[in-house]
């Protein structure tokens, strides 16, 4: 009998954290935090034989420096590129609930300790975890990220992590390919529905950007740190405008160059990489917008980030514009702006007159695709976590026959 435990991320997005015990060992995949409201995941208990990252965003990675101040002696496995990245956005976490008067949940101390005990594996090899075995797959969601098999107490358990099953301009898809499976808990942030053909996108997101600087305006593009930034960067290097980045993304995307194996065309990224301007400080914000050109910066959700300084210099030019691309949390100052048309941050309430768009350019997999995925996976059960509409997914899973399950947090499954 093998006991799987869901201590965050059952029926909401975020928070990710499972925990895997069977009977003589423990593992928890993921560990994660509520990046909006800082919501934490239930304690895994003592005794872990093991933690499996699947990447580097905190709604997976965010907690996992408490299991060390919590007495945790074992080691985190992930990939080298999820720890180059984990490493960055961890330490600003810290700085982060700082600027915010929030209590810390860990210290610098224990980011050190979890990186000196880290346990790098590359896709593709099998690994040994306590007596049990383990394997990392390529996930396609964000450079680092994997789908992790586990073999324990006699079952094999697939945990997907974020996943996406088309090549991208920066990632290859993710892989499909299992056999024997008998427990699958995947992800199901879009289990309600598909994304728009990415290459029409595309060319839809390069137009704008030539109508806007043709017109002498600005394009401001807020960007997750990993993975988008690089994506866009890739996008728009060879349209011959000024490309200038700023906040976190610069970090990002140089340690992703420093693992080219991780991205699927290092190559094309290392030459617009090259040739971006890279804003540093007050005075080069000021002096960028002066002139046309495209900005790529953080924060993806328009919360902090240098991007608050481009929407309050830029807000008011009807020849600007500003493109989301990623999922808005609800609650963010991103999600306002796209469902109230405000743009409400640090003091300012405002209409702006530049022109703002939605672009879905999702790292997840869509509808259509993830039931493709839970069906090539074929699992004896599936268990849907990390999505607001695991219970409406589940039921129309089992209407096709499948065996599933959508925990609560704290709710324990038993196969």
Not at 292 to 308: D, F, H, V
Not at 376 to 402: P, R, W
């Amino acid at each position: 009998m093998v006991n799987i435990t869901c201590l965050g991320g059952g029926r909401e997005v975020g928070r990710a954290a499972i925990a895997v015990d069977s009977g003589n060992e423990k593992f928890l995949f993921d560990y994660g935090i509520d990046v909006q409201d800082m919501k934490v995941p239930l304690e895994p208990g003592n005794k872990l034989t093991a933690v499996f990252l699947s990447h580097a965003h905190l709604d997976h990675s965010g907690y996992l420096p408490r299991l060390y101040k919590k007495g945790y002696s074992g080691s985190v496995y992930a990939t080298p590129t999820t720890f180059a990245l984990s490493s960055i956005l961890l330490r600003d976490s810290i700085k982060v609930q700082g600027k915010k008067g929030l209590k810390p949940q860990f210290l610098i101390d224990d980011v050190k300790k979890m990186e000196r005990l880290k346990k790098q594996i590359n896709t593709g090899k099998e690994f040994r975890a306590g007596n049990s075995r383990v394997s990392f797959f390529n996930a396609g969601h964000v450079p680092g990220s994997v789908m992790t098999l586990l073999e324990t107490g006699g079952k094999r358990i697939l945990y997907s992590g974020d996943i996406k099953f088309v090549d991208t301009d920066l990632m290859k898809a993710g892989s499909m390919d299992f056999r024997n499976i008998d427990v699958l808990v995947t992800e199901t942030t879009y289990s309600q529905r598909n994304h728009p053909d990415r290459k029409q996108l595309r060319e839809e997101l390069r137009e704008l950007a030539q109508n806007t600087l043709y017109n002498d305006g600005t394009l401001i593009l807020p960007a997750f740190a990993i993975g988008r930034t690089q994506e866009l960067l890739v996008m728009m290097h060879d349209l011959g405008f000024k490309i200038c980045m700023d906040g976190m993304g610069i970090s990002a995307t140089r340690a992703i160059l420093s693992h080219p194996s991780s991205i699927i065309k290092p190559g094309k990224l290392s030459k617009a990489f090259g040739a971006a301007r890279k804003i540093r400080g007050q005075r080069q914000r000021d002096e960028v917008i002066k002139k046309p050109c495209i900005i790529i910066t953080t924060a993806g959700m328009l919360n902090g980030g240098p991007i608050s300084f481009y929407v309050k210099k830029l807000h008011d030019k009807a020849n600007c514009a500003m493109v989301m691309s990623g999922y808005q949390v609800e609650g963010t100052v991103g999600r306002r702006l796209l469902d109230t048309g405000r743009y409400v941050n640090e003091g300012l309430d405002i209409k702006p007159k530049m022109d703002i768009r939605f672009m879905d350019f999702s790292a997840h997999c869509g509808r259509d695709s993830l039931i493709e995925f839970i069906r090539k996976v074929g699992a004896k059960k599936t268990v849907l976590v990390h999505g607001d509409q695991t219970e409406k997914f589940a039921n129309e899973l089992k209407g096709m026959g499948m065996d599933t399950a959508a925990p609560e947090n704290g709710d324990v499954i038993r196969v």
